[in-house]
């Protein structure tokens, strides 16, 4: 019967699963274990770091992941040496790494004032968080494109399996420093970089080169889309430091709640790697009514991951973040309410904008995630008190970017091929599995 049930997901969905799992276990421990160790303004500072790595890190990263493996799929298919995608991929994942250092730089000294406490160590924990991201995104390129599944959910693993390692060790040496706890982000990206270099390593060599200009292809749409995605997700640690830093006990409770309400995000990554390719298919063979049925078949199993998710997080939300994190009991019910429900419509989100992608408006996606970080910022400038104002912020810009999404697919024609560029159903191969530490 499991034989049975494996055959029926996409190759690597089961190795991809497993990484992703344990890389999401590893961020529940990394928090539990900070909570309990570090200081309300500490856990604060952390808070912050871990909020600009991962929502510049993915939003950066995650689509030079997507448009490697988009690269090396098709060159594989054809015979072809994946050498010379590498190399283009890694110059550009360089590139956009040394431009947003040079501007953490410039404005070291109010990120460390505003965010850290005025610790300039976090800011260089900063930089090498994002740098290893960058790295391990590249070489994840190479792996999903060539379909070596096992190494890539290894390099999952290896990457969750090190941080619940180090974090613990951290807990039970009594270390109480935020920056311990920041520089687990560097070490153990790089460290599973390194246990799965043996197949990158190979792909390494000559071949026929590849332009700029198929590498670039949508790559500035997919990454204002990935940012702005990340932005609309995260950014509500960051404004609480923002608008009143003082109030460290907000923004580290915050964080928190965050991690606990995005469970269902974890659940939707394993789903994304095979609906894209699902969609993909069905719109570059004009098949509408298979198009709809499997868009209306994700939306069911967001909407139910997410309403369960809503249901337990209002129910035990305020309990847990102060037992597993020692959160300050700052939120309650009402503010886990906001947060799932902000959740399950960032979920509508991401099943929309994935038909967009499938459907080739990478524009589109662009401009709805857009419209809703103006709808956030709107939402965020109301004058209530600082926890809601960043919850009507995430609740408001998700449902924006959905309703706008769910819009603009209406106005897509319903007859014919959907698609124009026949390399849309290869960007699909690759899983480019993003999740939401």
Avoid: C
């Amino acid at each position: 019967m499991i034989r049975r049930l494996l055959s029926l997901v996409p190759p690597g969905t089961v190795a991809v699963g497993a990484g992703l799992a344990l890389l999401g276990l590893a961020s529940y421990v990394h928090l539990a274990v900070a909570g309990h160790s570090l200081t309300e303004a500490d856990y604060s500072s952390l808070a912050a770091l871990w909020t600009i790595v991962f929502t510049l890190g993915i939003g950066l990263f995650m689509p030079v992941e997507q448009e490697v493996a988009r690269l090396v799929a098709g060159r594989h298919s054809q015979g072809l040496t994946p050498g010379p995608v590498l190399a283009r991929g890694a110059a550009l994942a360089l590139g956009l790494l040394v431009a947003v250092v040079a501007l953490i730089i410039v404005a070291r000294a109010p990120l460390a004032d505003r965010l850290f406490a005025g610790d300039n160590r976090m800011v260089a924990v900063l930089i090498g968080s994002l740098a290893a991201l960058a790295v391990a995104h590249t070489t994840r390129g190479v792996l999903s494109g060539l379909q070596l599944f096992p190494w890539y959910g290894t390099q999952l693993g290896v990457d969750g399996g090190l941080r619940i390692a180090l974090v613990a060790l951290l807990g039970l040496t009594g270390v109480t420093s935020p920056v311990w706890f920041g520089a687990v982000l560097i070490a153990a990206p790089l460290i599973g970089v390194a246990v799965t270099a043996p197949p990158v390593l190979r792909a390494v060599g000559g071949g026929v080169p590849v332009a700029w200009a198929a590498f670039l292809r949508g790559l500035g749409l997919l990454i204002t889309s990935s940012l702005l995605s990340q932005v609309v997700v995260n950014i509500g640690v960051i404004n609480v430091k923002v608008l009143d830093p003082s109030d460290v006990a907000t923004a580290g409770a915050l964080l928190s709640a965050l991690v606990l309400v995005r469970i269902p995000l974890f659940v939707f990554a394993s789903l994304q790697a095979s609906l894209l390719p699902g969609l993909a298919t069905s719109a570059a063979t004009g098949d509408r009514t298979a198009f709809n049925g499997l868009l209306r078949r994700a939306l069911g199993i967001v909407t139910a991951l997410g309403v369960t998710g809503a249901v337990l997080a209002v129910l035990l939300g305020p309990w847990l973040v102060q037992t597993l994190f020692d959160a300050p009991d700052v939120l309650g019910h009402g503010d886990f309410a906001w947060l799932a429900a902000a959740t399950l419509a960032y979920l509508w989100a991401m099943v929309l904008g994935q038909a967009l992608l499938a459907l080739d408006r990478h524009r589109a996606q662009a401009v709805a995630w857009a419209v809703g970080v103006a709808a956030l910022v709107a939402a965020t400038l109301a004058p209530v008190a600082t926890a809601l104002r960043v919850e009507l912020g995430y609740a408001i810009g998700s449902v924006v970017v959905a309703a706008t999404m769910a819009a603009l697919l209406r106005g897509t024609r319903t007859g014919g091929p959907a698609i124009t560029h026949t390399t849309t159903a290869r960007e699909s191969v690759a899983p480019g599995v993003t999740s939401t530490p």
